[in-house]
């Protein structure tokens, strides 16, 4: 009813029904950039490749630049480019021996190209060297490598990620993801539900940051 009022308000105002709609779609997506953030934002992939050209020149400015080349391949992953991560990645090896996130962005780029087992083993081994990398999204992520081809190993880091993500919505949305494509529609719906449990237990300050999780885990539990 609200949108209603408003879109008649922006007719009114502007005379023009395409143009109302498209300054309402914009006042929708301000609102929802600012208080929710289930739209994705417009400028991030713009951010994103003028952050990999800065990137990219101190490379070529100085070869040796290791934090920059992990840098570079950690937003490469973010847009799916795994096989240049991996490339990247490789070349600063010795230098992160002992970085679980660096054995984090290796393990996740092998999963990105279907070597399950190269990536289990590295994101075991970050995990080994900080449990709590990157708060426990590895075992997330083998979860759901493991899902079509091993259902007892896939629910088995869900568990352990659940662990530690025990006070996050976002936590409790993906695991509910996770069940449901493991056909596990009872168990999905106990984690929206705790989602939704987890969110108003937050304290107001957190909840800006997880509002969309407890959204989108309301809309799921709604949907069955």
């Known amino acids: 009813m609200s949108k ?10 502007v005379g023009n029904p395409f143009l109302a709609i498209l300054i309402l779609i914009l006042i929708i997506y301000a609102l929802d950039r600012r208080f929710v953030g289930i739209f994705p934002s417009l400028t991030r992939p713009w951010k994103r490749r003028r952050n990999e050209n800065r990137l990219r020149q101190q490379i070529a400015l100085n070869a040796n630049d ?7 391949a950690r937003s490469l992953l973010e847009r799916k480019k795994h096989r240049e991560a991996l490339g990247l990645l490789h070349d600063i090896r010795s230098s992160y021996e002992q970085s679980a996130d ?14 399950t087992e190269q990536g289990e083993t590295h994101l075991l081994q970050a995990l080994d ?21 091993n259902h007892n190993k896939a629910l088995t880091y869900l568990d352990q990620f659940q662990h530690i993500q025990s006070s996050s919505s976002e936590g409790y949305y993906l695991s ?6 493991l056909s596990m529609k009872a168990e999905a719906n106990e ?11 937050l304290p107001k300050y957190r909840r800006k940051s997880e509002r969309k999780w407890a959204l989108r885990s309301w809309y799921r539990k709604l949907t069955g």
Do not use: H
């Not at 934090?67 to 570079?72: G, I």
């Not at 660096?102 to 070597?115: I, K, P, S």
């Not at 509910?176 to 494509?181: K, T």
């Open 4 to 13: 209603l009022i408003l879109f008649s308000l922006l007719l009114w105002l």
């Open 66 to 72: 290791v934090s920059a080349r992990l840098d570079l």
């Open 102 to 115: 660096y054995w984090c962005a290796v393990g996740t780029a092998e999963l990105m190209g279907d070597d």
């Open 129 to 149: 060297l900080n449990p709590r990398v990157q708060y426990g999204e590895p075992y997330l992520r083998l979860a759901s490598a493991f899902k079509s081809s």
């Open 176 to 181: 509910g993801m996770l069940y449901r494509s």
């Open 191 to 201: 984690a929206f539900a705790q989602s939704l449990a987890v969110y108003r237990s």
